[in-house]
């Protein structure tokens, strides 16, 4: 492959990852703009369209409680986000900036929740902030709605709710957090930052979680980076599920959690193989909790991924190799400490914490063990396949894996979790088209195949669950 062809790929993966982020970030040529000598706005428009079909929904495993629920089912998505952004440069050389979006979703049919034909308009992003030179430092200080995404989104991305009654909960446009201050300090290659964040949550899922920390990353331009962030939970309603879940919950179990959180993504470092990648993250969360009966118990959870990649761009279509290993702790049924890991706020993606197009519905990084291999193959700088396969297992036997799923009596009386380690081999392929930097159309088909575990808990039986699906991006 020649240095001419390598470019175009490169521009056109480029595109692509833009493309994919466009709803947190202004598009690179707006639809509208005016400008002054010291103020600045330009405006946009982000839509996202996209149909899903569905067959053997949850693996037929809601015809045990629900029997009248459809397996089959075929819906559409459709998201429109008018923006403003705007920025004044002061005499000082820093400048004012501010944005300001309207997210519309529309559900049309009935999702896998089995919400049908909802939707709703909402603030995206409302935020202010200052930014500028002092001293050999640039800062960036602002609040209001806005993305943040810590690290790579392991714990801390999804700002807003999807789904629900607010629609669009397969497409997960809706990104920004509800309230939110982050104030930055650069220096050369090292960024420090603080940030509260409240998150923007649908009533149906409301957890009143308000979330602060600090973070320092180190990051340099095709190498990568490396970054360590401490971050506590000082206010929160989220449930955790218990020893006998949906029996037992433990109220407000994530109030007061305190977590360490690492990653390093980075290529390079092997001279003689330049695009051979490394990653690594880990989160340890300590706290205490309080059980149904109000005993007081500790909770030491952990969680961590490992994985590498290869990009052969020499060889035909460039086809880039990736394998990433993970697991989050479960809750050990026999000890008194509470292991089970809370994946707060996660996301960014089939390439970093969503593990399946399917399996992302259902293993929610909690009670966990995933292994993931993806080859992205560049057929041109316009036409892009991505393969996936994910193997999930539950990291606990006969402990909560969703959130609390898999209730039954056995021998023992009423236990929850699976029997067996396995729970699902999902296969994932899909083509994108990349017209340009503004219109991308994707394909996809994925089908999840149940494990033993699933089997054993699901005397009516199990079918895998397949979805065909088409999105299309167009963003001006």
């Known amino acids: 492959m020649n240095a001419l062809h390598r470019e175009a790929i490169f521009r056109g993966c480029t595109c692509l990852l833009a493309v994919s982020a466009a709803s947190a970030q202004p598009t690179q040529s707006p639809a509208w703009e005016w400008k002054s000598e010291a103020l600045g ?22 015809a045990g409680s629900a029997p009248a629920f459809d397996t089959d089912r075929s819906f559409a998505e459709l998201w429109v986000q008018p923006k403003l952004n705007a920025r004044y440069k002061l005499d000082n050389g820093s400048e004012i900036y501010a944005s300001l979006s309207v997210g519309a979703t529309q559900t049309i049919g009935a999702d896998a929740f089995d919400y049908k034909n909802e939707g709703e ?31 790579t989104g392991m714990l801390l991305t999804a700002g807003s ?7 669009g909960g397969a497409s997960t446009q809706r990104k920004t957090w509800g309230r939110s201050l982050v104030a930055r300090a650069n220096s050369g290659e090292f960024t420090g930052t603080a940030f509260a964040l409240e998150p923007d949550e649908v009533p149906e899922a409301h957890t009143d979680t308000r979330v602060q920390g600090v973070a320092v990353e180190w990051a340099r331009p095709q190498v990568g980076k490396v970054g360590l962030s401490w971050f506590t939970a000082p206010r929160s309603q989220a449930i955790y599920p218990g020893d006998l879940a949906p029996l037992v919950f433990i109220e407000n179990g994530r109030e007061g959690l305190d977590t360490w959180h690492g990653w390093a993504d980075v290529t390079g470092l092997v001279p003689a193989v330049p695009t ?117 297992k539950a990291d606990q036997l006969n402990s909560a894996v969703q959130f609390g799923q898999g209730v039954r009596f056995t021998g023992n009386g009423l236990v929850v979790g699976v ?58």
């Open 161 to 167: 709710s999807n789904g629900y009654t607010w629609g």
């Open 41 to 62: 706005i330009e405006g946009g428009l982000d839509t996202y369209t996209a149909y899903y079909s569905m067959r053997g929904t949850w693996w037929n495993l809601a």
């Open 276 to 392: 051979l990648g490394f990653r690594a993250e880990f989160a340890l969360q300590q706290n205490d909790i309080t059980r149904a009966d109000g005993r007081r118990d500790p909770m030491k959870a952990s969680a961590w991924l490992l994985g590498a990649s290869w990009w052969g761009q020499s060889l035909p279509f460039a086809p880039k190799f990736t394998y990433h290993v993970a697991r989050f702790s479960g809750d050990k049924p026999d000890t008194t400490t509470y292991e089970r890991f809370d994946p707060m706020f996660w996301g960014n993606g089939l390439d970093n914490w969503w593990f399946g197009a399917n399996g992302a519905y259902s293993w929610l990084n909690a009670n966990l063990r995933a292994q993931r291999f993806i080859v992205d193959a560049y057929l041109s700088a316009q036409d892009i396949l991505q393969f996936q396969f994910v193997r999930a």
């Open 419 to 476: 029997p067996q380690a396995e729970l699902s081999d999902e296969f994932y392929l899909q083509y994108a088209h990349v017209f340009n930097s503004q219109l991308v159309a994707i394909a996809f088909v994925a089908r999840s195949n149940p494990g033993a575990g699933l089997k054993a808990i699901a005397p009516q039986g199990t079918t895998a669950w397949t979805t065909f699906g088409f999105g299309l991006t167009a963003n001006f």
């Open 121 to 151: 308009v909402r603030f995206g992003s409302a935020a202010l902030g200052v930014r500028g030179k002092a001293d050999g430092w640039t800062y960036d200080v602002s609040f209001g709605r806005q993305p943040f995404t810590l690290g």
